[in-house]
């Protein structure tokens, strides 16, 4: 049997070593080493202009595997090496009980053996293509988007979920209509019905992007009726969840705690402070360059990647210090334009899932009590906005530091400021005993 989580430990291995058969460890020899063939097939998928995400992935699973070769001390790559490794990893395969992650991991690695094989890779047969807009009805949806890209200056991962929704919506009226004048409303209570009433979430945001359009296709005369009045809204959360902090104490211990003899420690320690000390989002903390340094304004200045809003953050003494100390003596050579890189090699830009991982163990070896707090990046920078609080600082002032877009998102942090809702708690009035025995209403036994 199997986990059904990625990885393995690798110390689970040495319990049965003895019974591990050690000639499938030797492997055929071939003249090409896995840092060899890593480095062609990167160089591979950059002349292909695969995205630097496409990058980090392919990077975080073959460090997985570099593990494996260095702990068996195997030359030379190959196929056979491909077949132990996946079996070292999640012993014998069955596909089936594979989780969707497992299984993607897993053709990722068949992917570098194809690659040495045949010096190409070809999409998969369960790739799915690009969602397309075309025809009459997806110039408006591209025209919409571009307006939203441009006008709301949609970024990133808001930018993916209305191409998602939208191509939805887009296939439902290629199967039905030809043309947007054709949109009616029964062809907009017969979509409605299509969407999962239990994902109150995802449909809520479907309808909110569907109206969007519709409102778009009336104002830019593209249909003579305003149908967007008739997409109802969807059920949402009413009350989001209480954003997880920790004390400036336990914020202390946390950076405290950092061993900063070492690379990664550097790196480590000013990443923490700035999302600790600034509020700084994980995600811009991973795409930060050296020129939104501002060493001679004492600033760093960057477009946040989920709003697109340009910010504007003090360069603290505290964090720049951090910042030239791991420059200096602990980043990696690279002629990257991003700050932090991977503290081994392949040295790219950090992967979308490492800030959150380092930031959650470098806080359990900290000692710090996560019970029912979710650790992380994002704490920090709750906590952050929870110390602004403590200190008195305007909603509009934290709204800023944060980059909010408004401040109804600032708002949210409130309700982690115990001591001011404190002082907004009312004085419930004695209710006088001639209310208990109106209408006998109070019986004496």
């Keep these: 049997m199997f986990s059904s989580k990625w990885p393995y430990h690798f110390t689970l291995f040495i319990c049965f070593y003895d019974s591990y058969d050690l000639k ?26 695969r995205s630097t995400k496409t990058l980090e992935m ?12 260095e702990l068996f001390a195997i030359t030379f790559y190959n196929k056979e090496v491909e077949n132990n490794f996946l079996e070292f990893t999640f ?24 690659f040495q094989e045949t010096g190409t890779i070809t999409m998969g ?8 807009f075309y025809g009459p009805i997806g110039l408006t949806i591209n025209e ?6 441009t006008v709301y200056e949609l970024q990133g991962n808001t930018l993916i979920c209305y191409y998602t929704y939208l191509h939805n919506f887009f296939t439902f009226l290629k199967e039905n209509i030809d043309s947007v004048e054709k949109i009616d409303p029964p062809i907009i209570f017969s979509y409605v019905q299509t969407l999962d009433p239990t994902k109150t979430g995802a449909m809520a945001r479907t309808l909110q ?30 009350q989001r969840e209480l954003p997880s902090t920790f004390s400036s104490e336990e914020i202390k211990i946390l950076v405290h705690s950092v061993d900063r003899s070492s690379p990664k420690g550097k790196r480590d320690y000013a990443i923490i402070l700035l999302a600790a000390k600034l509020g700084v989002r994980s995600s811009d903390i991973r795409y930060l360059q ?3 340094i501002k060493w001679e304004q004492n600033i760093i200045s960057y477009k946040q990647q989920k709003t697109g809003k340009n910010v504007n953050l003090p360069l603290l003494s505290e964090v720049g210090n951090a910042i030239i100390d791991y420059l200096k003596y602990g980043r990696p050579f690279s002629t990257n334009e991003r700050v932090f890189l991977n503290a081994s090699s392949p040295y790219l830009p950090l992967g979308r899932t490492a800030i959150g991982t380092m930031v959650k163990v470098r806080m359990q070896a900290a000692g710090l009590n996560c019970f029912n707090r979710r650790p992380g990046p994002h704490a ?13 600082t305007s909603i509009p002032i934290i709204s800023e530091a944060l980059g909010h877009s408004n401040t109804d998102s600032t708002k949210a942090y409130l309700r982690i400021d115990k001591d001011t809702l404190l002082q907004c708690a009312l004085d419930v009035p004695i209710v006088p005993f001639c209310f208990y025995t109106q209408k006998g209403g109070l019986s004496h036994g």
Excluded at 125 to 132: D, R, T
Excluded at 144 to 149: A, D, I, P, R, V
Excluded at 209 to 235: M, T, W
């Design 24 to 49: 499938t460890i030797i492997m055929k020899t071939q003249d090409q080493t896995l840092d060899n063939l890593i480095s062609n097939f990167i160089t591979y998928l950059q002349s292909l202009q």
């Design 144 to 149: 919409f988007l571009l307006h939203k890209k």
């Design 125 to 132: 047969p369960n790739k799915q293509p690009p969602k397309a």
């Design 58 to 69: 392919y990077c975080w699973v073959f460090r997985k595997i570099k593990i494996y070769v």
């Design 91 to 114: 012993g014998t395969l069955d596909y089936s009980q594979l989780s969707l992650t497992n299984r993607s991991f897993i053709r990722q690695v068949k992917v570098l053996t194809r």
């Design 290 to 292: 050296f020129n939104q």
């Design 380 to 392: 920090l920078r709750h906590s952050f906005a929870g110390a602004l609080l403590r200190d008195k």
């Design 209 to 238: 992007i569907v109206r969007g359009y519709l409102q778009f296709l009336f104002e830019h005369k593209y249909i003579a009726v305003n149908h967007s009045l008739l997409v109802p809204k969807g059920k949402t959360v009413e």
